[in-house]
């Protein structure tokens, strides 16, 4: 995610980094050389003249402006979506904390910590959220994870079936019937942990569902080959009436559509590494902050800072 200040003035024009030009540069490129090329034969094709009017454009380039829109409505929404799950996760490993410590009739935070389950519980909550977030990018950190989890949990987890997240909540609703078989804590008192359990489960799966159910190819392809077809086609219907101007009024065009097309394609995944996806490591180490913050520990992870405007 592209973190800096709204850029004002020339700089508004001369900004590249969070721009969607980086990505759209050598198409937009052609594009423009095409019109180039197009302006100097003046829409001749060796022996024939290329004649188009502008009316055929005029009528598809609202409709295509318009479909754009609603492709990139729906992946904003998917980006929305996404990074309101990832709110909910972090609310209910911060409630999942405050329960463990309060409801659990304990004594003060034993030593070594590692044997008390409420220090269990809080790590397995920093582990589920860097677990998610590996399972949503499809990388592996096992080092990380281990040291939430410690050597011997993290060889037992390994040789479940399950994937890591749910196999981590499993393993937490274990603690907490072992809990409450123990008389540790109120049965009442549980079904608030088991429920907040339930609503970290039900946030992996949406955040799953929206990594494994893309946009419609067809729509997408559609979108794509429209606006490409419009942009590459648009000098032939500009020469004969815009001229000299017609590179610059189809750079800018081509500019619009080509750039909405990408931007879509960014959000649509929004948990990928690209600089507009959501910056799930930063959310990661928000958690890790908030929750060691919650078991009295001093010396915190810092927050992560911005790398060339960019969070990842």
Same mark, same amino acid.
């Given at each position: 995610?592209?973190?800096?200040?709204? *850029?004002?003035?020339?700089?508004?024009?001369?900004?590249?980094?969070?721009?969607?030009?980086?990505?759209?540069? +050598?198409?937009?490129?052609?594009?423009?050389?095409?019109? +180039? $090329?197009?302006?100097?034969?003046?829409?001749?094709?060796?022996?024939?003249?290329?004649?188009?009017?502008?009316?055929?454009?005029?009528? %598809?380039?609202?409709?295509? =402006?318009?479909?754009?829109?609603?492709?990139?409505? =729906?992946?904003?929404?998917?980006?929305?979506?996404?990074?309101?799950?990832? #709110?909910? %996760?972090?609310?209910?490993?911060?409630?999942?904390?405050?329960?463990?410590?309060?409801?659990?009739? +304990?004594?003060?935070?034993?030593?070594?910590?590692?044997?008390?389950?409420?220090? !269990?519980?809080?790590? !397995?909550?920093? $582990?589920?959220?860097?677990?998610?977030?590996?399972?949503?990018?499809?990388?592996?950190?096992?080092?990380?994870?281990?040291?939430?989890? #410690?050597?011997?949990?993290?060889?037992?987890?390994?040789?479940?079936?399950?994937?890591?997240?749910?196999?981590?909540?499993?393993?937490? &609703?274990?603690?907490? &019937?072992?809990?409450?078989?123990?008389?540790? %804590?109120?049965?009442?008192?549980? @079904?608030?942990?088991?429920?907040?359990?339930?609503?970290?489960?039900? @946030?992996?799966?949406?955040?799953?569902?929206?990594?494994?159910?893309?946009? /419609?190819?067809?729509?997408?392809?559609?979108?794509?080959?429209?606006?490409?077809?419009?942009?590459?086609?648009? *000098?032939?219907?500009?020469?004969?009436?815009?001229?000299?101007?017609?590179?610059?009024?189809?750079?800018?065009?081509?500019?619009?559509?080509?750039?909405?097309? @990408?931007?879509?394609?960014?959000?649509?995944?929004?948990?990928?590494?690209?600089?507009?996806?959501? /910056?799930?490591?930063?959310?990661?180490?928000?958690?890790?902050?908030?929750?060691?913050?919650?078991?009295?520990?001093?010396?915190?992870?810092? *927050?992560? @800072? *911005?790398?060339?405007?960019?969070?990842?």
């Amino acid at each position: 995610m592209i973190v800096r200040e709204r *850029p004002s003035g020339l700089r508004l024009f001369l900004l590249l980094r969070g721009s969607i030009l980086q990505r759209i540069r +050598l198409m937009l490129l052609v594009n423009t050389l095409l019109a +180039l $090329a197009v302006t100097l034969v003046h829409g001749h094709l060796f022996t024939l003249k290329v004649t188009l009017t502008p009316v055929p454009f005029t009528l %598809i380039g609202l409709p295509l =402006a318009i479909f754009l829109g609603f492709r990139n409505t =729906a992946a904003y929404d998917r980006y929305w979506e996404a990074r309101k799950l990832w #709110g909910e %996760i972090t609310l209910r490993l911060r409630t999942l904390s405050r329960q463990c410590q309060s409801l659990l009739a +304990l004594p003060a935070l034993q030593s070594p910590r590692s044997d008390d389950v409420r220090v !269990r519980m809080v790590h !397995r909550g920093i $582990a589920f959220a860097h677990a998610l977030r590996l399972q949503l990018r499809g990388q592996s950190d096992a080092p990380l994870l281990q040291h939430w989890l #410690g050597t011997k949990e993290w060889a037992q987890l390994q040789r479940q079936r399950a994937a890591l997240p749910d196999a981590l909540l499993l393993v937490m &609703g274990r603690d907490l &019937g072992a809990e409450l078989r123990a008389g540790r %804590i109120e049965p009442c008192l549980a @079904a608030a942990v088991d429920a907040t359990l339930s609503a970290l489960t039900a @946030a992996a799966a949406a955040c799953e569902r929206i990594k494994n159910t893309p946009v /419609p190819f067809s729509y997408t392809l559609l979108l794509h080959r429209t606006a490409y077809l419009y942009c590459f086609l648009l *000098p032939f219907g500009l020469v004969d009436t815009v001229g000299f101007m017609t590179p610059f009024v189809v750079a800018i065009v081509a500019y619009t559509f080509f750039g909405l097309d @990408a931007v879509g394609d960014e959000l649509e995944e929004p948990f990928g590494l690209e600089s507009n996806d959501l /910056p799930l490591d930063t959310l990661c180490r928000g958690i890790e902050i908030s929750l060691l913050a919650s078991l009295g520990e001093t010396e915190l992870p810092a *927050p992560l @800072a *911005p790398v060339d405007f960019q969070l990842t």
